[in-house]
C-alpha cells in the first residue's frame, strides 16, 4: 500500500493537471460539505479557475490524467461526458493542497542547491507575497527577499506554486553546485 502511494506521488502531474485534479477535488468536497457558507466559496472558486485555464493545455492535461488513472469518464444519456476523480485522483490532488504542500528531504542530498527567483511587479503585490509565503510554508529558506532556496527537489511544488499564483513570466528556476554561505545553509536544512 505504502509503495503505491510512493508511486502515485511521484507520478508526473504538469501545473494544468495539478489545477485540474484540484478543480475536480473542489467539487469532490462541495459534496461533502455541509456548510452554506463553504459550499458558496468553493462555488464562486470554480468557475473562475476553470476560465484561467488554456483550452489546448486542458485537454491534453485530461487526456494525461486519464491514461495514468488518476480521472475516469462516465457517458451521460444526453450525450455529454462527466469526468470523475479516481481514488488514486483524490490522493494526488491532496498532495498538491497549496496549503498543505511540503516539500519533501531526500533520502541522499545529491549536493544540488535548488533557487527560485522572481522579480514581481508591484501590480501582483498580493500574489507575489502569497508566492513568498507558500514557498517558505512548504520548506523553502528566504535567501534573500525575492530568493528562495531547497536543498531538495522541489521543482513540482515550485512550478504548481507559480501556476497557482499566474506568475510564471516573473519567476527563475536554478539548480546550483555551490554558495558561499552553504555551511550556514547546511546547518538550517540539518544536511551533513
Not at 488514486?88 to 519533501?104: R, V
Amino acid at each position: 500500500m505504502a509503495r503505491d502511494i510512493d508511486t502515485l506521488i511521484r507520478r508526473k502531474v504538469g501545473p494544468v493537471g495539478q489545477k485540474v485534479l484540484l478543480l475536480l477535488f473542489a467539487g469532490l468536497a462541495l459534496g461533502l460539505s455541509y456548510s452554506l457558507k463553504r459550499q458558496l466559496r468553493i462555488l464562486d472558486d470554480i468557475p473562475k479557475e476553470w476560465k484561467l485555464i488554456n483550452k489546448r493545455s486542458l485537454y491534453q492535461a485530461i487526456k494525461n490524467l486519464y491514461r495514468s488513472k488518476l480521472i475516469d469518464s462516465k457517458n451521460n444519456k444526453d450525450g455529454s461526458i462527466t469526468i470523475i476523480l479516481t481514488q488514486d485522483g483524490q490522493k494526488k490532488a491532496l498532495t498538491y493542497h497549496i496549503g498543505k504542500m511540503k516539500i519533501e528531504p531526500m533520502k541522499k542530498w545529491d549536493k544540488n542547491w535548488r533557487i527560485i527567483i522572481f522579480d514581481i511587479p508591484e501590480k501582483h503585490r498580493k500574489a507575489r507575497n502569497a508566492l513568498c509565503q507558500a514557498l517558505k510554508n512548504m520548506g523553502c529558506y528566504p535567501l534573500q527577499k525575492s530568493v528562495l532556496i531547497s536543498p531538495f527537489e522541489c521543482r513540482d511544488e515550485a512550478d504548481f506554486a507559480i501556476e497557482f499564483f499566474e506568475l510564471r513570466p516573473y519567476v527563475r528556476f536554478i539548480v546550483a553546485h555551490h554558495i558561499d554561505n552553504e555551511l550556514h545553509l547546511k546547518e538550517y536544512f540539518n544536511l551533513k
